[in-house]
C-alpha cells in the first residue's frame, strides 16, 4: 500500500493555510508602508531580504524553503566558536 499522498490531496489539505500566510505578509506589508516615514524602509536590509524571499517563492522549483532560509542566514565565520582568549 502507497501511503505517498499525491500532489493534488497536497495541494488540498494546505491550500488555505498558505492562502492565509500570504495574506499575512501583505497585511504586515501593509501596515509598514502605511505607517509615519516608511520610506525608510525601503532601504532597510531586512526589506531587501523579505523582498528576495518573495522574488525565490514566485519561482517554480524545488528547496525554495532552504534558499529562503540561505537568505535570511548569516554568513558563515570561522572560528565563531572558539573561546575568547583572555588576557
Same mark, same amino acid.
Request: hydrophobic share 35%.
Given at each position: 500500500?502507497?501511503?505517498?499522498? $499525491?500532489?493534488?490531496?497536497? @495541494?488540498?489539505?494546505?491550500?488555505?493555510?498558505? #492562502?492565509? !500566510?500570504? *495574506?499575512?505578509?501583505?497585511? $504586515? *506589508?501593509?501596515?509598514?508602508? !502605511?505607517?509615519?516615514?516608511?520610506?525608510?524602509?525601503?532601504?532597510? !536590509? #531586512? #526589506?531587501? *531580504?523579505?523582498?528576495?524571499? *518573495?522574488?525565490?517563492?514566485?519561482?517554480?522549483?524545488? &528547496?525554495?524553503?532552504?534558499?529562503?532560509?540561505?537568505? @535570511?542566514?548569516?554568513?558563515?565565520? $570561522?572560528?565563531? &566558536?572558539?573561546?575568547?582568549?583572555?588576557?
Amino acid at each position: 500500500m502507497d501511503s505517498q499522498q $499525491s500532489a493534488p490531496e497536497v @495541494f488540498d489539505q494546505v491550500y488555505l493555510d498558505i #492562502r492565509a !500566510r500570504v *495574506l499575512q505578509v501583505a497585511a $504586515s *506589508l501593509d501596515r509598514i508602508d !502605511r505607517s509615519e516615514d516608511a520610506e525608510t524602509v525601503q532601504e532597510d !536590509r #531586512r #526589506r531587501s *531580504l523579505i523582498q528576495q524571499g *518573495l522574488e525565490l517563492l514566485c519561482r517554480p522549483g524545488l &528547496n525554495r524553503a532552504e534558499q529562503i532560509q540561505v537568505i @535570511f542566514s548569516d554568513p558563515y565565520q $570561522s572560528g565563531w &566558536n572558539a573561546p575568547e582568549a583572555t588576557e
